[in-house]
């Protein structure tokens, strides 16, 4: 079973606009709550990490919002560029990670 | 300075046979995991291992074997590969939180 929820599956977002993705899990002994990119042809790479006693983390144009109540995340890119375009994992876990099945982000120009 | 690396980066192989996918890690990260990626499945653990001969299964062990004889390889081996196999890897180590992925294994079993 996932214990990790994403979505969407997929976005469209235009040049400049703000793409947002959301995660749920489901075990509160999660610790660690990161955010991976992935282009075409290559491995995921980190983009940005929170841990559960921050709200918010912001680094440039990628901001996380956290929410431990209800066991949420998002990952919030704001000024969306077309570099920006690829596929988004969120992931969640102590040590080991359960990834979310990812979010296709598409930038038109 | 690779960081990480595998190989084959392509395999076409048969139903039956047996496929190993090598990874070699420059660092000397002591975790090593294996993934497999399926659309629509995100990423999924195969096998980890916290350091040399220490290995432990994941999410989705069956079918597969590791081995960890020296800190910088961890090699992944399909002993009879089946279609369901059929799959992109990525072998990744850990330091500290943060995982680094190696760029992958497209493996088609026909």
């Known amino acids: 079973q996932q214990q990790v929820k994403q979505s969407p599956q997929s976005l469209i977002v235009q040049k400049g606009g703000i793409s947002i993705i959301n995660c749920a899990y489901e075990n509160t002994a999660f610790d660690y709550f990161p955010w991976y990119q992935q282009f075409p042809g290559k491995g995921p790479a980190l983009l940005i990490a929170i841990r559960p006693d921050v709200s918010e983390k912001k680094e440039g144009r990628f901001t996380i919002s956290f929410n431990k109540s209800a066991k949420q995340f998002s990952l919030h890119i704001m000024d969306s560029q077309p570099g920006d375009s690829a596929t988004y994992f969120c992931?969640?876990?102590?040590?080991?990670?359960?990834f979310g099945a990812g979010t296709q982000v598409v930038v038109t120009p | 300075d690779a960081g990480i690396t595998q190989s084959p980066r392509y395999k076409i192989t048969e139903t039956g046979r047996q496929v190993t996918l090598m990874c070699h890690q420059t660092w000397s990260h002591s975790y090593m995991f294996w993934y497999r990626q399926d659309l629509g499945h995100g990423l999924r653990l195969i096998y980890y291992?916290?350091?040399?001969?220490?290995?432990d299964k994941g999410e989705v062990p069956d079918g597969y074997v590791v081995s960890r004889s020296k800190t910088e390889n961890f090699p992944l081996t399909l002993e009879s590969a089946t279609r369901s196999q059929t799959s992109v890897y990525f072998c990744a180590t850990r330091d500290y939180n943060e995982q680094f992925f190696g760029p992958g294994t497209r493996l088609t079993v026909l």
């Open positions: 291992s916290a350091a040399a001969d220490i290995t």
């Open positions: 992931a969640a876990g102590w040590g080991k990670l359960q």
